[in-house]
């Protein structure tokens, strides 16, 4: 407590490293997380006065104290304190059960091993036990256990690479950096352990981006930003180790600053049900307020005279006062008609769901052997009334797999497989691959199925040579050899790997680079070409160039780039060859791939020495350097001469072509947020069906900060009108069942309680047992059974029909407007229940002459054609009756039977003679053939309106699912679209992941699958998509990331000088730049 | 991490039918036919039992005669409470029209008695009813003790408020011979209120059984002189209470008070004639402007039943029928309709 006080002033955090006993003056928390909310000491009060912040048990509690007054209770103490406990205990059941596995998995969270350096040595110490100051070593692929400041690395200048996908979803990997004097401090544990630096800092905060602290060490001091810090939370990659210094632990760690208190999240049946519950309330006060004046009324009337059998005392003649009185009476008698326990009904309703979405085998992913997890069982029936799907591009529609598919060379198109009667085939379809065996350094998993490419390779076409030795060329990739002697490509991005990789297996294998030359092995042989001149990448541009010299001496631009570019930039010469290519491109676009335009352009020598000196003096310049080198780049890459293009598939994930497309018959409209650029989300749009070509405009919003966001979305809406979908993605739910149900519940909860309005004067009708037991046990495990395993229309069909879902998005099946419906059908019943017994018994004599109109019999009479009403009409409403549902069903009608027998027996009353008075009724009562008469009755009226009033509806505005159900034996399965669907609840976030089902049968339905080949493009456009960032260009030819091992540079010529120290500001500040720019616009990216 | 790769094949959820939702179930499909064909037999149905019911009904002969006005001497000499020991006789004869045949029962009727108050309910005591405990008076507010602490036995509302009027059936045989027509006053109650729920406490002699406590305030004799022609027939056990005790649902409400003992001239039931009771008015009702009356009535296989029930599933059965029609019309009309753009 003391030290949480203590936290809230911290204003300024300062650790020096290696030292504990300084850190402990400052009592900096431990790396021990707490996620969990109880103990088993305070488990019991913080629980119970959780829950009692609850209306629903505020409101009972209530009741219960209304209820101890003996002038106002109307009903035993043990009417209300049933439930009560019923609700309390399963609550606290289930929080109980939810903070055992917090407690459990922030065990195995605390009890992770980490490296700590301690006493000069470095030691294994668990997570929980590292204190701030400590300086700790992280391997390759291993989660941060806490902030750090990085001190080194084993990578060249203390880089190393993380991925933040547990903070911020990206998968990319970030650069992060050591301060220089640190990043010698290496692996050298002994000058680590010596390390006495003293970070003064920011106080614990959860800003991911941000960071602030200055390090002092050796009487310097060094500034701090977000690119020294390391998270917890990251995951270590491409570094074999590095080394950290405590700065933020545990609970003060960014992660966890950022982990609040997770917000209790309503689902919109949560919200009318509150509302409903509220008009309920009012509806019981008003009813509460008329029965009272009633009361008053009467007893001025006629009670006053009537006051010889019952004596009031002297304070009670009062009419108005008895009133009063009488008010608070109705209150207690009626509360059961505030449902309270269809509160508890939806709990279970709702947690046997997400039981069963847990189980279900067709949402089991194999790959990853993870079944399905509903992380919340609280918006289990939102899934059926989802309308917008938000989801990540990267690894959810796309398997960020890139592979080279196509590519066009000269006019012919490489890459499409022809069977023997010249028409083209699948590509999936079983056809033997190119056997890149005889190449040495192939990649097994490249895939190609064009033998005329390597035919045209082996003939020695120049052209396809040329185009292989610019793929290999011109790119940002690294390459370095494992131990085993593997060529390893270290890609920072996708498409540029798949593109050398294919160069590669074609027999153009880049090896090796040094800023100043590329190395690659051309069919067998090893060429050294010397890298003049680097013209990288940018959004702008849409291109990178390298200039080269080759061993022969000439100078060669090799550019690659977005088609739309590259041919503004070509040669007279071309335009025949580009008319082909352009087809080729589109056709390559239409199929869903992405495209670079190749082409290259020889250069004179005298020219390019011209060229450099004009861009060397540029890079010097103060002024305006950035449009001068523009200048100059467009300057050279012209009259280029086009090779061809490449065509990369961004491998979708299985399925979500088909997902997408019954997500958008289910009018779910999809958005997908992407850091991509604007080309590559389209060409995704395109390639996973959210966009067709049916579509006439796709809006572009280009907006950069909320307002004009807003702005622009207007203007697009305007335009639009009608065509609502901007841009998505593919993730579904169907979830057919719980919306029906739920009115079902509401339903017969409705009908139980307004069957018990009406009763007679001051008097309880009901047997105060049965008001008890009637929600909880008559009636409620029916309703359970049938929310729970009630499937309205079976799997096939609702997977066949997406159409299916559209009304529980439109909040069809469980509104306002049908509870009143509900409402008036419980009215109804309510007084058919009463009026129908009513009649009947004024003024009867039972078969054995005795009078059977006594309160009891009437009671026990209402309460038996109640309970069976109500079975009845949720055997209506169950169409899929399993055994379980008989059982509840059948089970809770004999249930009443026996529990009312036993309650109406001899044995009970002769124990507890004065809280059973109703012994020998049932007995007497139901062996009155006119009792059974009065229940017959009763169940027919108040079924058959009901029936008859359904069949109009279906037979007058039949709905799909109506159809279904009625139809089914003669529609058959119309469809073949298999989904399976993940369902992954966290924090709200529905992730969901895709998975195609069952292929053999999709294999019996080819006509149904849809391919992206089947749909081409009607319109010409632009595939063009490259996964670059900027910035790289700069860091290859400074040789920053390279290792020192690499031969040094050969070259006497001059290489671009750059300022050297620029470079990682450069990139870093790039990247931020993508990075914010993307968070203010992540809004719409499209 | 051992430990996760065995889970992984474990993770697989179990492919049993109720995890995987594939119960073998049966769809409850209603098609209209069945809906239709449904309406029809409860139309059928409802009508048929309707008429039978009504049938039986109208076999019922019934005689109700209210004394109220009647015996308005005795109900002013009531009004004053402190009459309250005063007898007051009063006859009232009438004419049987028609002979009733088979068993025929005996009713008090009370209009306006609201014995379903819930105080009123409440106010007895089961646990001294049963003869568990004669002192137990604790629910019996306000008729728990009396003015000087001693425990009222039957305590509370409801038998304190007991009626007790003496009716008395007897037949005119010729204008000088009255029989007194035979009744029998067991059989009245249920077998387990008699047997199980009602209780004397267990003693030798009854009226030591009730020593130290009172009688209701209203009653002019203790609960064990009820019945003086009958000493089995005393204290809780007495036909007449247990009657009165188990309380009627509604205001208006009639009791079993006797049975014809179908002997003598009555071996068929009540012949036609001339009759009269023989009432000796102790209840008051005017005071809550009540009234009351006695009621002859036989009965049939379903009981003493009114006709409500039958015209009730008459009008159902009617209803139903009505339903039944129009949906057939709505359906074959839209079923045309729709065939109709099938062809198109």
Redesign the interface.
Known sequence: MLCSKKKSLEVERIVKANDREYNEKYQYTDNRIHTCKYNILTFLPINLFEQFQRVANVYFLFLLILQLIPEIS?LTWFTTIVPLVLVVTMTAVKDATDDYFRHKSDNQVNNRQSEVLIDSKLQNEKWMNVKVGDIIKLENNQFVAADLLLLSSSEPHGLCYIETAELDGETNLKVRHALSVTSGLGADISRLAKFDGIVVCEAPNNKLDKFTGVLSWKGSEHSLNNEKIILRGCVLRNTSWCFGMVIFAGPDTKLMQNSGKTKFKRTSIDRLMNTLVLWIFGFLICLGIILAIGNSIWENQ??D??R??????EGEKNSVFSGFLTFW?YIIILNTVVPISLYVSVEVIRLGHS??I?????M?Y?GK???AQARTTTLNEELGQIEYVFSDKTGTLTENIMTFKKCSINGRIYGEVHDVLGQKTDMTKKKEAVGFSVNPEADRTFQFFDHHLMESIKMGDPKVHEFLRLLALCHTVMSEENSAGELIYQVQSPDEGALVTAAKNLGFIFKSRTPETITIEELGTLVTYQLLAFLDFNNFRKRMSVIVRNPEGQIKLYSKGADTILFERLHPSNEDLLTLTSDHLSEFAGEGLRTLAIAYRDLDDKYFKEWHKMLEDANAAVDKRDERIEGLYEEIERDLMLLGATAVEDKLQEGVIETVTSLSLANIKIWVLTGDKQETAINIGYACNMLTDDMNDVFIIAGNTAVEVREELRKAKENLFGQNRSFSNGHVVFEKKQPLELDSVVEETVTGDYALIIN??????YDQWFITLFNIVYTSLPVLAMGI?D?DV??QNSMDCPQLYKPGQLNLLFNKHKFFICVAHGIYTSLALFF?P?????????????????????AVTMATSLVIVVSVQI??D????????HVFVWGSIATYFSILFTMHS?GL??IF??QF?F???A??SLT???IW??IL?TI??SV??V??FR??KV??FPTLSDQK??Y??QSGPLCGVYIIWMLHLTLGLLCLQIRQWQKAQKKARPLRSRKPQTRRSSSRRSGYAFAHQEGYGELITSGKNMRAKNPPPTSGLEKTLYNSTSWIENLCKKTTDTVSSFSQDKTVKL | MKRKSQD??S?????SA????Q??????????NK?LS??FA?GVF?LG?GII?LLSAKTIKEVEINYTEKCANCAKLRENAANFDKECNCSIPFVLPETMKG?V?M?Y?LY?F????????L?R???QL?G?DVKDVR?CA??KTSHNGIPIAPCG?IA??MFNDTIILSYNLNSSIHVKVPMIRS???????KY??FQNPSFQNLSSAFAGTTKPPNWPKPAYELDEEDPGNNGFINDDFI?WM???????????YR?LHRIEHFTEGLPAGSYSFNITYNF?VN???GEKAVVL?T?T??????L??GL??MV?GA??WL?FFS?LA??LR?RERKMFFLQQ
């Open positions: 109307s006629v009670g005279q009537f010889t059998f019952l004596f009031w005392n009476s039981y069963f847990n189980w279900d085998r067709k089991y194999s052997a993870t079944p007679g004067h001051s008097l309880t009708v395993f499937q079976n799997d129908i009513y009649g009947a018994f004024y003024n009867v004599a039972g078969e054995d002459g005795q009078h059977i109109a006594d309160y009891q019999s009437f055997a209506l169950t169409s899929y009756w399993t055994i379980i549902n001899n009353f002769g003679p004065r008075p012994v020998g009724n007995r007497h009155q053939k006119c008469l009065v009755l027919v009226a058959m309106p029936v008859a069949f109009l037979d007058l159900r009625l089914t034996s | 992984c094949p993770r697989l959820p179990d492919n109720v995890k995987q939702q119960l073998p179930a049966y769809r409850l499909q209603l098609s209209a809906i449904g309406f409860t409802c039992v019911l068993n029962y009713y009727k306006g609201y014995q379903n108050l819930y105080r009123y309910i106010s005591s089961n646990s049963v568990t629910n306000p008729f509302a304190n408020s059989g009245i109650t249920w077998w387990t209120d199980v729920k009657v188990r309380t009627a649902a509604f205001p208006t409400f009639k009791k079993l049975r008051p005071r809550f402007q009535s009965l296989w379903s009981g003493g039943s009114s409500f029930l009730a599933y159902t209803v139903t339903a949906m709505v359906h839209l």
